[in-house]
């Protein structure tokens, strides 16, 4: 997966240098959206030093790129699962344990772009996302609202 990113950046010219490496793999094996800070962090455990300017200039980068994708909820960021897919790219995000799905759907594009045109709005691209509980947790509160 990597790999796949390493090759995005080196076909749009960009070139793949020690640090954007770096953040590139701190990205892959996150679980949840970090923010620089914590990016910085985790890259210190393994002895790795980038200042956190660096660090969110790469990630505006690949942000750029659709390589990774800013949570809105949290201000974090996740390496993009999807890659080319059509429609853009959106979040369904658990505000319990923090798991983040990643979709893309054409047809809800299409009808957010009608939904604004009828308002005599050009649409250029879509942000979205959902907050709520993933099916671990929701169960987990089903459960316990029983038993409570
Ligand atoms: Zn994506
Ligand atoms: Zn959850
Ligand atoms: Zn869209």
Redesign the pocket.
């Known amino acids: 997966m990597v790999q796949d990113s390493i090759r995005i950046l080196q076909a749009q010219g960009y070139k793949v240098t020690k640090p954007r490496r770096q953040v590139l793999e701190i990205l892959e094996e996150a679980q949840e959206s970090l923010a620089p800070y914590d990016i910085q962090r985790l890259l210190r455990r393994q002895g790795k030093h980038l200042n956190h300017v660096t660090i969110y200039r790469i990630l505006e980068l690949f942000c750029r790129l ?1 390589l990774a ?1 800013r949570v809105l909820s949290s201000g974090g960021f996740v390496r ?4 080319k ?1 059509e429609g853009c ?1 959106r979040f369904v995000v658990c505000r319990q344990c923090g798991a983040i799905q ?1 979709f ?1 759907d054409k047809g809800l594009c299409q009808e957010e772009d009608r939904f604004a045109e009828s308002r005599g709005f050009h649409t250029e691209s879509h942000l979205s996302e959902s907050s709520g509980l993933c099916s671990d947790c929701y169960r987990k509160q089903v459960k316990q609202n029983f038993i409570g």
């Open positions: 659709n994708h993009c699962s999807l890659g897919r790219h990643e893309a």
